[in-house]
């Protein structure tokens, strides 16, 4: 497979995103700043769809299984307990939210707490997107180090 495609799709996963898709594009002897694009773009495709379909998406799954309606109830409890951050700070929260590239944050995060908490795809895709592009200048300097920007 193509290591650009690879680092497109392991940007798309939830809980790796950025954090997988750019150690492994680097890792695959790819242009540092097509890494960075192609994982932002990869990261970025999944927000506005989770941000608008994924209460529908929980309340479907509920009504599936008890085991499904345990897990919505986790995750939902997960995106509740970040929220607090957001909810505080607002637009500035969830910048830092996705921003920060530790397990537990990322774009899929962000889209889960402004789904829970009502905000407009106006609102939150701006955010997440600045957040993503800071994630990712951070992710190439733990992976490269600074100099790595200058290349």
């Given at each position: ?31 540092l ?9 990869g ?16 309340l479907?799954?509920?009504k ?18 970040k929220?607090k ?41 701006p ?25």
């Amino acid at each position: 497979m193509n290591p650009l495609l690879m680092t497109f799709l392991i940007a798309m996963v939830p809980v790796l995103e950025l954090r997988g898709s750019i150690p492994v594009g680097l890792a695959a002897g790819e242009p540092l700043w097509a890494v960075l694009a192609v994982s932002i773009l990869g990261n970025l495709i999944p927000v506005p769809f989770i941000i608008i379909c994924i209460r529908k998406i929980f309340l479907w799954l509920r009504k599936k299984s008890k085991h499904l309606e345990t897990l919505v109830e986790k995750l939902e409890a997960r995106g509740r307990e970040k929220a607090k951050v957001v909810y505080k700070y607002k637009v500035l929260g969830l910048f830092l939210l996705v921003a920060i590239p530790l397990p537990g944050t990322g774009a899929w995060t962000g889209a889960l707490v402004a789904a829970l908490l009502d905000l407009r795809l106006k609102t939150a895709v701006p955010a997440i997107f600045a957040g993503v592009v800071t994630a990712g200048i951070l992710m190439v300097i733990i992976s490269y180090g600074v100099g790595a920007l200058f290349l």
